[in-house]
């Protein structure tokens, strides 16, 4: 599975984003795809996922009622709808799948600031 992430940028506080992950390659070991995100100098921290078969999302509760995960099933892609968003959400967002193993994307880039 290669994954590709994008929609990353710069928003002001309480503002939205939307990202996206193109997955390629054979999908069919993939359990869940989802979002994990890093500050530089900081540990990988987990955000949401969705079973790729079932549908069922998680959220960690830092973004619970803010950030929406969603699957295209069609275009083999998933998405995050990003709302409220605060300047501690501010960091490198990674497309993550849980396969055979773990697999990233590159990651992009969001800043909340004024």
């Known amino acids: 599975v290669q994954l590709v992430e994008s929609g990353g940028g710069l928003v002001q506080p309480g503002g939205s984003l939307r990202l996206s992950c193109a997955a390629s390659g054979s999908l069919s070991g993939v359990v869940t795809l989802g979002w994990v995100r890093q500050v530089p100098g900081k540990e990988r921290e987990y955000v949401a996922s969705i079973f790729w078969e079932g549908g069922q999302t998680d959220y960690d509760n830092s973004v619970k009622g803010r950030f929406t995960i969603s699957a295209d099933k069609a275009n083999n892609a998933i998405s995050l709808q990003m709302n409220s968003l605060r300047p501690e959400d501010t960091a490198i967002y990674y497309c993550?799948?849980?396969?055979?193993?773990?697999?990233y994307g590159r990651g992009t880039q969001v800043t909340v600031a004024s």
């Open positions: 993550h799948a849980v396969a055979y193993g773990n697999v």
